[in-house]
């Protein structure tokens, strides 16, 4: 995502085809072009008037929330939110399995989560649990540990003081044109197309 006020809608790093077969392009298309650009939309309506925004990044804006004049806070935090999400998320995406885990971070997965299996397991588990729209997160804490949290709507780990480095969108946008009300098929899917050299970068 770009720096700051007013927000763009970035190119993909892929083609809408080559999430094939876990995502399709029509999912693709609908997902990033449209509702991703919806949210970036609205977050620029509602920074419009407040000058004094226009130079804080997206990170800046969401970490401080109260900073936020109360007339656009819910709309920032549902819109801003919805940017920041999406574009970690697609940022988080590459062709289905093309990308082994860096050892940095594996080792980082097996001394928290005593295995890549268990932590998908883990991960899984918590994406399922999101009741309704939502996301799930693998975050680093202050102290450096790693966690796996969700959060529903559009709200995000930075709020919270997490470090997120890893995402799945479970709002039924996501897979519903896929595997219409099957989430579970849907994270095993993800799993896969997982770009964990990104992942370990922001560790
Ligand atoms: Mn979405």
Known sequence: MNK????ELQDLKFNYDELMPCI????????H???????????????????ELHNLSLVE???????????????VINNGGGVFNHSFYFESLCAPNSKTIPEVLKNKIEERFSSVEH?????KKIAMAQFGSGWAWLVKNSEGDLKIISTSNQNTPLKDGYIPLLTIDVWEHAYYLDYQNLRAKYIDEYFKIIDWDVIASRL
């Open 24 to 31: 399709s392009c029509n999912t693709l298309k609908f997902h």
């Open 119 to 123: 932590f998908k397991e883990e991960f």
């Open 61 to 75: 804006i969401l970490s401080d929330l109260d900073n936020i004049p109360e007339s656009i806070r819910t709309s």
């Open 4 to 7: 700051n006020y007013p927000f």
């Open 33 to 51: 072009d449209k509702h991703f650009l919806g949210y970036i939309n609205n977050l620029n309506g509602a920074l419009e008037e407040y000058k």
